[in-house]
């Protein structure tokens, strides 16, 4: 990041420039890959946005829907989307969506968030508190693996004092808001199982 602070970091994976800024400066050597930028960086002027897009940052104050939805609105992803922002969002918590497995996470543009991009993404979000638990409404987050799963990886992350909630299961979105945790049922793949393979969201904290 810029050592005098300057830009504005919009939560998303962007920046919002303010005058006296360098892409150098921000991003360092990689700066054009990790910026996205594609034009003259000596005409960077102040209000042009940099950097690539991973989420969409919940703007208004409403104990509904995900504070950062990873879910992209297109043709594929766009049912879960709407869905993820019906979802219900206590106070006293920062809510995430987005799919996942049991060792990755995906942004909009399905390319993998690491647990410490995930960090830091939530830390500098204004509706995230010091100490708030952490729901990620995503698939396997939490579920059984060698080593570490990502939930774990995201505790480790975030520091000591923080409680990071992850489905042991598949996460499955419905239109009223409401997210059921399980497997999927022995009928069908396109519907939970109400009676196997049920899951809960495990509590993961920093080791």
């Known amino acids: 990041m810029d050592p005098d602070g300057r830009e504005i970091n919009n939560g998303d994976g962007t920046v919002t420039i303010v005058e006296g800024d360098t892409l150098w400066d921000i991003y360092g050597a990689n700066w054009r890959e990790e910026s996205g930028y594609e034009g003259d960086p000596t005409k960077l002027q102040p209000g042009q946005v940099v950097g690539k897009k991973v989420c969409e940052v919940k703007q208004e104050d409403s104990n509904k829907g995900v504070d950062l939805n990873f879910f992209a609105n297109n ?4 049912d879960i989307y709407g869905y993820a922002k019906l979802v219900n969002n206590p106070s006293d918590q920062f809510v995430i969506g987005g799919h996942g497995d049991r060792q990755s996470f995906a942004d909009i543009n399905y390319s993998d968030v690491t647990p410490e991009k995930l960090a830091s993404l939530i830390k500098c979000n204004p509706n995230y508190k010091e100490g708030m638990d952490i729901k990620l409404l ?19 992350a975030m520091g000591p004092g923080v409680n990071i909630y992850a489905a042991t299961e598949y996460c499955w979105f419905f239109s009223n808001g409401s997210v059921f945790v399980a497997g999927y049922s022995l009928i069908s793949k396109t519907i939970p199982s109400l009676l196997f393979r049920r899951g809960e969201f495990k509590c993961f904290t920093a080791k």
């Open 138 to 156: 995503s698939c396997n987050l939490g579920g059984k693996m060698e080593g570490d799963n990502y939930a774990q990886q995201l505790a480790n």
């Open 75 to 78: 043709d594929i992803d766009g």
